[in-house]
């Protein structure tokens, strides 16, 4: 049975092995009907999933230390979009403007790629030169399904050498997108890997508009605060 309420009063009664009671969270937790464009999108990734699978990531580098300082390798990285119709709404002159460290996770400041969602999305970052310990690898996205902006149902990450030969890091899926904002797709590696190159794969979104990139970066841990 549910009820309505506008504060949630917890009453906590002293325990009988110890002197202190360590909380950690509250939580008050709704049923609600999801939203059936969200719900079409869980569909989607459900069935993208059954096509794509799982990717496992190389094992063979040293395991990644996330007690250290995480540190951003694609900053202001050039890079290529091999496929995909980018939107008439994008400017991006410099070509940096998803490797320039900024997320800001709402429509008007403008910085962000739009691209059809209709179809695959493939973009090639250069890190400049082989980096020997990437440890972690994100992609940010601004959606609004109510607009016709979703995530892609899934991204595949592959890094390259300098001789261009490919190796698939992992496969990220989405969720149901609920809310407007900004969204994060990680790929945390448990080993390191050296790539010059890492390319990111969004795959189409049926009955979508747009994607809407907001960057993409690659991180190793470090014991530097000030990567050169």
């Known amino acids: 049975m549910d009820t309505n309420a506008c504060y949630i009063k917890f009453e906590i009664s002293k325990g009988n092995n110890g002197p202190y009671i360590f909380l950690d969270e509250f939580e008050v937790i709704a049923d609600v009907d999801v939203p059936s464009n969200n719900k079409a999108y869980g569909d989607a990734v459900n069935n993208a999933y059954k096509t794509l699978g799982a990717i496992a990531a190389p094992t063979d580098g040293d395991l990644v230390n996330r007690d250290l300082t995480k540190v951003l390798l694609s900053k202001d990285c050039s890079y290529k979009i091999e496929s995909g119709t980018v939107s008439s709404l994008t400017s991006d002159p410099e070509g940096k403007l998803l490797t320039d460290g900024r997320a800001y996770g709402y429509f008007e400041n403008g910085e962000w790629l739009g691209f059809s969602a209709k179809e695959d999305v493939k973009i090639k970052v250069d890190l400049a030169k082989t980096r020997d310990s990437i440890g972690a690898i994100e992609a940010s996205f601004y959606a609004n399904t109510n607009t016709g902006i979703y995530l892609p149902v899934a991204i595949k990450v592959t890094s390259y050498n300098k001789k261009n030969v490919a190796t698939d890091l992992g496969i990220m899926y989405g969720n149901a997108v609920l809310v407007e904002g ?4 990680t790929l945390p590696l448990t080993h390191t890997v050296n790539a010059r190159y890492i390319e990111f794969t ?27």
């Open 182 to 185: 900004s969204y994060v797709f």
């Open 202 to 228: 969004f795959y189409a979104t049926e009955g979508a508009d747009m994607f809407m990139v907001e960057e993409l970066s690659v991180y190793e841990y470090s014991e530097q605060n000030d990567y050169i």
